[in-house]
């Protein structure tokens, strides 16, 4: 079954709108989540390290102002595009990794479009 | 620091052909090596790894990668392939003896379309 829950699997918003992506760990605690991005046709981009109970950890270039990671629980984290414009259309995709760290589980990834 | 790259974009193939998607990597240190598959609107499934031991490992569909040090490629196999196997696959490494998977690099992918 699903180890990772990604929700909502599509979301269409206005221009300066927020949105938020949750990504959910069924399997087990999860200390560590990670989220990506997408481009069409593209790899994945890792964004941030969601870490539980602290800081997120940003790769360079990432706003974090933009993209709001909250990691409250050892079972959720959230990321929040704030005030979305059409270049942050995209999809993006949490991952978490095993128990042993040595391999990752991804959630169905969430489609992004701005209006 | 770490490089993936997939040398085919793009590869169409008929069913029930075999077919090879390949996968060559660069890294100062040694590496865990991965594969995975995202099928349309989905996100990604890992589809075989090798961490260590033998080099030849194998997925429950079919699919097969051999990691191959001297000329750090892990190209990924299928005998014969079927309409299902159409899809998006992503090599990936991280560097031991961090285990932190996290830090994969992805390379760019492979789209792979089997014609009937």
């Known amino acids: 079954g699903a180890v990772v829950s990604q929700h909502p699997s599509w979301v269409i918003c206005k221009s300066g709108t927020s949105v938020k992506i949750e990504c959910r760990s069924l399997d087990f605690q999860a200390t560590t989540m990670f989220w990506y991005r997408q481009f069409p046709k593209q790899s994945l981009m890792l964004m941030a390290t969601?870490?539980?109970?602290?800081?997120?950890?940003?790769e360079q270039g990432v706003e974090k102002d933009k993209f709001l990671i909250n990691h409250a629980s050892l079972t959720l984290s959230t990321l929040t595009v704030t005030s979305a414009h059409p270049e942050d259309s995209s999809f993006y995709i949490c991952?978490?990794?095993?128990?042993?760290?040595?391999?990752?589980?991804f959630g169905s990834g969430t489609q992004l479009s701005v209006l | 620091a770490q490089s993936v790259t997939q040398l085919d974009s793009q590869v169409p193939v008929f069913e029930e052909a075999p077919v090879e998607l390949r996968c060559n990597y660069s890294s100062s240190v040694s590496v865990y090596l991965f594969w995975y598959v995202q099928y349309p609107n989905q996100g990604l499934q890992l589809l075989l790894k090798?961490?260590?031991?033998?080099?030849l490992v194998e997925s429950i569909n079919g699919f097969e990668a051999e990691f191959n040090k001297s000329q750090t490629s892990f190209h990924l196999r299928k005998p014969s392939v079927h309409i299902s196997d159409t899809a998006e696959y992503f090599c990936?490494?991280?560097?031991?003896?961090?285990?932190?998977?996290?830090?994969?690099?992805f390379g760019d992918g492979t789209t792979l379309t089997v014609k009937p």
């Open positions: 991952s978490i990794p095993s128990e042993g760290r040595e391999k990752l589980f």
């Open positions: 990936a490494v991280s560097e031991r003896p961090n285990t932190n998977a996290g830090k994969s690099t």
């Open positions: 090798y961490l260590s031991g033998s080099t």
């Open positions: 969601s870490n539980e109970g602290s800081k997120a950890t940003y």
